[in-house]
């Protein structure tokens, strides 16, 4: 079995309102690159975010008191931390230099996913939220490449996440259109005939862990890899599937 | 940039004692493949157990007093309860159906690592550990490579584990040889020339999700998949670059 990992190059910086899918296709286009039925494109959140014109600037920012008192303990700019507590449910954890939430889709991310790194600086301080859905960011991009294409792919919009217990941050699904982004393998048979208990596999999210390791490594930007050869059934889907309820979560 | 994931087909049944890396080589010249320098090696965690041993039959253990009571907690067999035990510095959660620990290795996980799936079970229930020291197994595995083909690799032993806020399992890295496990891109400039400032990346737990991915849809049980065309640089290595130390883990 081979799996192809491809990233797509020379994508331009994009700018609100830009139409992804057709940047995205032209770009491959360019690099002689044909997308194929079945093929997964996974987006890395940033540029999704920017196409989406999902950009504050912190000069707008009025900080509540609430905001301001977060700001002391973590030692972060108090309207950054207005920015993260209009982007979260529930606040998780706080200490220096850190602030741990649940981000209103319903992920824990540090920083309500709120990020300034790639994004073009103005008179302001500007940052990028996440995707207002970002399922729905896949849906329209997995919608705009059959469109251009007439290929039937599937779509993971990926971002790179903290952990709890481990060093280092990793690619996950944020969005996703057209997979299962959980898949179950409970009730399969072992190679010995024994049926497998536990196995939900977090499929979704070692496909973007794939990606982000090609988007991290590329000589130019490439936020937006192809990946080709992977097996899977056809499916509305949700990153949502990887999203653990809070009652059903030991550790918070 | 193109990086491919590769299945070694028709790697045989590992048992105790096996030469690993002869088998994987074989396997791998059979199927018309060839290592290359600067390859990365997966490999699942339950063959390097099978070849080094690391194999329990729960007819031999007496489960303690604790072992017991954590048994009536969690709802699983004593004895197994207490290969846990003596596998972890450290339970940090139980529920039905749940034992979280520190493993041996510092590495929190479920079980601590502890399955019977994929083992030829005899009489008695028998199941697999972790190895003993992953970072050595991967260690041995690169050098038993460049001793039978003169290639210069990485290697990583992964493994599926569960996480804190997400559904489903994703392959992580419990020893790593040939490259450094977390990769420190801080001071790196972004796209409008900011310094990253938080960005360490989890790279061989990425890799190792990559190959996960890939072992998990191989027709046939595919353990060792390898990875080509990402460039890192070689260094010793260890997968416990990744293990967070507990004072400074905020959820636990």
Redesign the interface.
Known sequence: ???????I?GIP?VKPGDDLGALIQGSAMAAEMRFLDDDILVVAQKIVSKAENRLVCLDQVVPSTRARELAEVTGKDARLIQVILDESNEVL?T?KG?I?VEQRLG??CANAGVD??????SAGEVVALLPEDADASARRLRARIAELTGRRIAVIVND?HG??????????ALGVAGLH???D?RGEA???G?R?QN?????A???A??A???M????E??PAVIVRG??YTPAEGSAL????AKEK????
Chains 1, 2 share one sequence.
Do not use: C
Not at 241 to 244: G, Q, V
Not at 249 to 252: E, K, L, T
């Open positions: 079995m081979h799996v192809s990992l491809l990233a190059p910086m954890k200490r850190l741990v992920f824990i300034r790194s790639n994004i073009q600086q790179s952990r709890a217990f481990r060093e280092g941050t990793v690619g996950i982004a959980l898949q393998r072992d190679l010995f024994f497998l196995t939900e596999v977090g499929f999210d070692e496909v862990a794939a982000s390791m090609v991290g490594q590329a000589a930007a490439a992977l097996s599937e990887l999203a653990r979560d030991m550790f918070r």
